[in-house]
């Protein structure tokens, strides 16, 4: 037996002892209908992160792409998933409701995962349209759901999301040490199909939990008799809903494939959504304004983060496949469960800087967000920094020791620590209640924007050669990615730096607000 198949074992023996604890110890304080979403969340990042571990990888060594098409490819893909939620979010708000928008999310998820087993190229940009469409049903709807279980003001309200963030990443954990290294050691269909299975798996449980009435009235269709009134006296608004969903993955299939012209769209239309905020902020009076100006600042900033740590799914990628000692005990490890790494960091320190931000809050020297914000930027730098400082160690065989990819994977999660709940906490602390879903969907975009541009960065890492079956040359691959990571490293702390002189600035315009 594999190190690989030792390590999968172990950590699926962790999930389920972890996964019980919680719920025997929380059973009493929350509704079950939490642990429900907890379980259906889990197996949907399971099924994303399992096929993310995966997508480059197997557009470089089973479709042999170059590194710059693929790049574009996974940039695009990441884009459009952060993107489709913010129309997903406003057709269950105005027609679906959450559940049906969930369940309708999970089906076109499953199609695209089972498609992906598939290994033909244009099944592949179908499967990406599936993923793409089905995410933007489901990812802002479970969440939204989550906050329907409890009443306004409910102070049970956010352990109950620090719960459902834990399933989250626990399913990312899982992942890559499963679908990645089956997809890698027995074949790249495997490996998909298993993420596959994991999304059906969540749409059982989801359509179990709503048939046992866990969730009681919550997250129906808003008007249920306006779904059904007919539309050119054919189909109904809720059939022509799913009947264009399915009609618009071949869209997003070749937005994926061209991805050129996706990005020029998707640029025009944030921009001009941040423009529109802009306009807003101005017209505000000066203390609402003020504050809007602070979410646009930092908007900068989260989309700079976002942008370096996202490469781990690109280039960080193939940097590990390609010029990291992946061996242990004498059994090489698959590159892709190292994307393990990260959620597990999240997992094990979590708690531990809730209690420090409660412990500084408590002593009146809890850091401003501005501040945390810098403090993860210089952190990613740092991680990027020790990936250059491991290639002093490579050796003649150009092989960074693992011990810099972890020292790495440590500084991004503690980075991502200070800024990501942080972020999400601020913007709804800072935008008027009038604007504030509008205001958090232009944030995620932060996300998208992020993936678009690490596509472009990713591409400087591009290989000159990879024509035909010429081996890549170690000692080449190591010096491309080393100036290009340590670019990033500076351009990170300095950016942080300079935040940090920004950030009495920001506090002062923020007005009160922690």
Not at 11 to 17: K, L, T
Not at 168 to 188: D, M, Q, S
Not at 453 to 469: H, M, R, V
Request: proline letters at 4%.
């Amino acid at each position: 037996m594999s190190l690989s198949i030792v390590i999968m074992i172990a950590a699926w023996i962790f999930v389920i002892v972890w996964i019980g604890s919680v719920i025997y110890t929380q059973r009493n304080i929350h509704p079950r209908a939490l642990f429900i979403l907890f379980i259906v969340e889990l197996w949907e990042r399971f099924s994303y992160y399992g096929m993310r571990s995966l997508l480059v990888l197997y557009m470089i060594n089973h479709l042999a792409y170059r590194d710059d098409p693929a790049y574009g490819i996974y940039g695009a893909y990441g884009a459009l998933v952060y993107a489709t939620p913010v129309l997903g979010g406003i057709i269950a708000d105005k027609f679906l409701g959450y559940r049906k928008s969930i369940l309708l999310g999970a089906i076109l998820m499953a199609f695209g995962h089972f498609a992906l087993a598939f290994e033909y190229e244009y099944v592949f940009f179908l499967a990406l349209g599936f993923l793409i469409i089905g995410n933007g049903f489901f990812k802002p709807n479970i969440s939204s759901l989550v906050g329907r279980l409890y009443p306004e003001g409910d102070p049970k309200k956010d352990s109950a999301f620090t719960l459902f963030y834990m399933g989250i990443n626990t399913g990312a954990f899982l992942a890559p040490l499963t679908c990645g290294a089956v997809g890698e050691i027995f074949g790249w269909h495997y490996g998909f199909g298993l993420a596959g299975i994991g999304m059906v798996l969540g749409l059982v449980i989801f359509i179990y939990g709503n048939r046992s009435g866990a969730f009681g009235m919550q997250g129906l269709p808003p008007l249920e008799g306006e779904i059904h009134k007919k539309v050119l006296k054919v189909f109904s608004r809720e059939q022509l809903i799913y009947i264009l969903s399915f009609l618009s993955v071949p869209l997003f299939a070749v937005l994926v494939n061209q991805n050129e012209i996706s990005s020029r769209i998707l640029m025009v239309v944030g921009a001009s959504m941040i423009i529109y905020l802009f306009v807003l902020a101005l017209k505000e009076e000066k203390v609402a304004k003020e504050r809007l100006f602070v979410i646009l600042i930092l908007f900068f900033f989260t989309t700079m983060f976002w942008t370096f740590f996202e490469l781990a799914g690109s280039s960080l990628m193939l940097f590990t496949d390609r010029n990291v000692d992946r061996e242990v005990l004498g059994f090489p490890l698959p590159a892709s469960i190292f994307q393990s790494v990260n959620p597990l960091f999240i997992i094990l320190l979590a708690p531990a800087f809730a209690a420090l931000w409660s412990f500084l809050g408590k002593r009146g020297k809890e850091p401003s967000a501005p501040l945390k914000f810098s403090t993860s930027l210089i952190q990613l730098g740092l991680g990027f920094g020790a990936l250059v400082l491991g290639a002093q160690f490579a050796g003649e065989n150009a092989l960074v020791p693992l011990v810099f990819l972890i020292l790495a994977y440590l500084l991004h999660t503690t980075g991502e620590l200070c800024i990501s709940p942080i972020g999400l906490s601020l913007v709804t602390k800072l935008s008027a209640t009038k604007i504030v879903a509008f205001v958090m969907g232009i944030w995620f975009l932060s996300s998208s924007f992020a993936h678009l541009i690490g596509a472009e960065i990713a591409k400087l890492t591009s290989l000159p050669q990879e024509e035909g079956d010429v081996e890549i040359p170690l000692q080449a691959s190591l010096s491309v990615y080393t100036e290009v990571f340590g670019h990033i490293a500076w351009i990170s702390i300095v950016t942080g730096i300079f935040l940090i002189f920004l950030a009495p600035q920001l506090k002062r315009w923020m007005h009160g607000v922690k």
